[in-house]
């Protein structure tokens, strides 16, 4: 028998800045995300002694990310850890919905090996692109002896998955990251298998209070094609307009469930004695509506 005992680190290619190419090299700014493939990503990375193997999971912008793909990634990424010969996983992705899919991953799967995400500003042909700096900083943290969890390594720095925001639109270190999140008790987390066997994904619509906000739009899509669940993000610490926290209360009593999370980058929200909603802690909007989903998710009978 030929046992290959050579470590073993996959990569999971998803698409995004990291794989775009510009069509003008020296105008970086004009490009398209997703054209390069994860064999020509890695070429001069491979790092020494370790086997790197390969897997173009899907080849798009983050922005069109789907609860398929993401089922399909976490099946990857499930298959590869239970392996013995596999030391990690780096996972490649377009930076614009990375939070989501990091929080969604860790989550659910809460890896015992090392998983890192990266990603990149820049395109691939841009002269000065961070994609092959981050790839290679996330295969060395991969490779540590005291890596542990799922991260985002990028810009040289390390965030936790759970944690980690994009709060800057273009600059080359887009992410910032609270010190703690947890995920909110009250909010079930179902199974590996249970995310993998959904057919029908619930769904949660996101919803923003501001100045001059009221209840219209909830009440005209709870009227016309009502959601699972919505999640409203407030004003400070979760605050809401009279008449937006009057639709949601009406749509809670319709059978949607609200949480409440807040529109400031960090901070989250902290219980009030006067609070009618439900909140998500510290949980950002985004963060919130796929602890919400994962929580409706979990509740759904299984459909045969
Ligand atoms: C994307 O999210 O796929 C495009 C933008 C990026 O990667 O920064």
């Given at each position: 028998?030929?046992?290959?005992?050579?470590?073993?680190?996959?990569?999971?290619?998803?698409?995004?800045?990291?794989?775009?190419?510009?069509?003008?090299?020296?105008?970086?700014?004009?490009?398209?995300?997703?054209?390069?493939?994860?064999?020509?990503?890695?070429?001069?990375?491979?790092?020494?002694?370790?086997?790197?193997?390969?897997?173009?999971?899907?080849?798009?912008?983050?922005?069109?990310?789907?609860?398929?793909?993401?089922?399909?990634?976490?099946?990857?990424?499930?298959?590869?850890?239970?392996?013995?010969?596999?030391?990690?996983?780096?996972?490649?992705?377009?930076?614009?919905?990375?939070e989501?899919m990091a929080y969604?991953?860790?989550?659910?799967?809460?890896?015992?090996?090392?998983?890192?995400i990266?990603?990149?500003?820049?395109?691939?042909?841009?002269?000065?692109?961070?994609?092959?700096?981050?790839?290679?900083?996330?295969?060395?943290?991969?490779?540590?002896?005291?890596?542990?969890?799922?991260?985002v390594?990028?810009?040289?720095?390390?965030?936790?998955g759970?944690?980690v925001?994009?709060?800057?639109?273009?600059?080359?270190?887009?992410?910032?990251?609270?010190?703690?999140?947890?995920?909110?008790?009250?909010?079930?987390?179902?199974?590996?298998?249970?995310?993998?066997?959904?057919?029908?994904?619930?769904?949660?619509?996101?919803?923003?209070?501001?100045?001059?906000?009221?209840?219209?739009?909830?009440?005209?899509?709870?009227?016309?094609?009502?959601?699972?669940?919505?999640?409203?993000?407030?004003?400070?610490?979760?605050?809401?307009?009279?008449?937006?926290?009057?639709?949601?209360?009406?749509?809670?009593?319709?059978?949607?469930?609200?949480?409440?999370?807040?529109?400031?980058?960090?901070?989250?929200?902290?219980?009030?004695?006067?609070?009618?909603?439900?909140?998500?802690?510290?949980?950002?909007?985004?963060?919130?509506?796929?602890?919400?989903?994962?929580?409706?998710?979990?509740?759904?009978?299984?459909?045969?």
């Amino acid at each position: 028998m030929n046992v290959n005992k050579t470590k073993k680190i996959v990569v999971l290619a998803t698409g995004g800045t990291i794989a775009g190419l510009a069509t003008d090299a020296a105008k970086p700014q004009n490009y398209k995300a997703c054209q390069v493939n994860v064999v020509d990503l890695l070429a001069d990375l491979a790092p020494a002694g370790v086997e790197l193997l390969t897997e173009q999971v899907a080849q798009i912008d983050s922005k069109d990310m789907s609860f398929v793909l993401w089922q399909n990634l976490l099946a990857r990424v499930a298959h590869w850890v239970a392996q013995d010969e596999v030391q990690g996983v780096v996972i490649t992705h377009g930076t614009d919905t990375l939070e989501e899919m990091a929080y969604f991953l860790q989550t659910v799967l809460q890896p015992t090996k090392p998983v890192a995400i990266t990603c990149a500003m820049l395109p691939a042909n841009a002269p000065d692109s961070d994609g092959p700096v981050n790839l290679k900083d996330a295969l060395a943290w991969v490779q540590a002896p005291d890596s542990k969890g799922l991260v985002v390594v990028c810009a040289g720095q390390v965030h936790a998955g759970q944690a980690v925001q994009k709060t800057h639109s273009h600059q080359r270190n887009p992410f910032t990251s609270q010190a703690k999140v947890t995920h909110p008790a009250e909010l079930h987390v179902p199974s590996v298998a249970q995310v993998l066997a959904c057919t029908h994904w619930p769904r949660v619509e996101l919803v923003l209070n501001h100045a001059g906000a009221d209840g219209r739009l909830v009440r005209a899509v709870m009227a016309h094609d009502a959601p699972d669940g919505w999640v409203v993000a407030g004003t400070g610490n979760g605050t809401l307009h009279h008449d937006l926290e009057a639709a949601l209360l009406v749509a809670q009593k319709q059978g949607a469930h609200v949480l409440r999370a807040s529109r400031c980058a960090w901070g989250g929200v902290q219980s009030r004695e006067a609070d009618v909603l439900p909140h998500a802690g510290a949980l950002t909007a985004v963060q919130a509506r796929v602890a919400l989903w994962l929580h409706l998710l979990s509740q759904q009978k299984s459909r045969s």
